[in-house]
């Protein structure tokens, strides 16, 4: 005899999981907290591109260039 296998929903324990978003009571944590992260976030993007992604982004343009000739 087959035994009767039930079929799960997948996401149904996925939303079990994630429980909502508490905000600090506290607004000015939460405003701390974004002006961390904005100042990491600029020092980040306003660090030099490194040359060899620099020289990659070149050979995909001529790439691409060439490609479009044919």
């Known amino acids: 005899m087959m035994a009767k296998v ?3 929903n997948r996401g149904s324990g996925l ?3 994630i429980k ?3 905000l600090s ?3 000015e944590a939460t405003d701390l907290i974004g ?3 904005r100042k ?3 020092e980040v993007a306003n660090q030099p591109v490194p040359d060899r992604f620099l020289n990659l982004l ?3 343009d001529e790439a691409a260039s ?3 000739q044919k």
Do not use: G, R, T, V
């Open 6 to 8: 039930k079929k799960e």
């Open 25 to 27: 009571s506290k607004p």
């Open 40 to 42: 990491y976030y600029d």
């Open 35 to 37: 002006l961390q992260l």
């Open 58 to 60: 070149e050979e995909l």
């Open 66 to 68: 060439a490609k479009k």
């Open 15 to 17: 939303k079990k999981q």
């Open 20 to 22: 909502p978003l508490k």
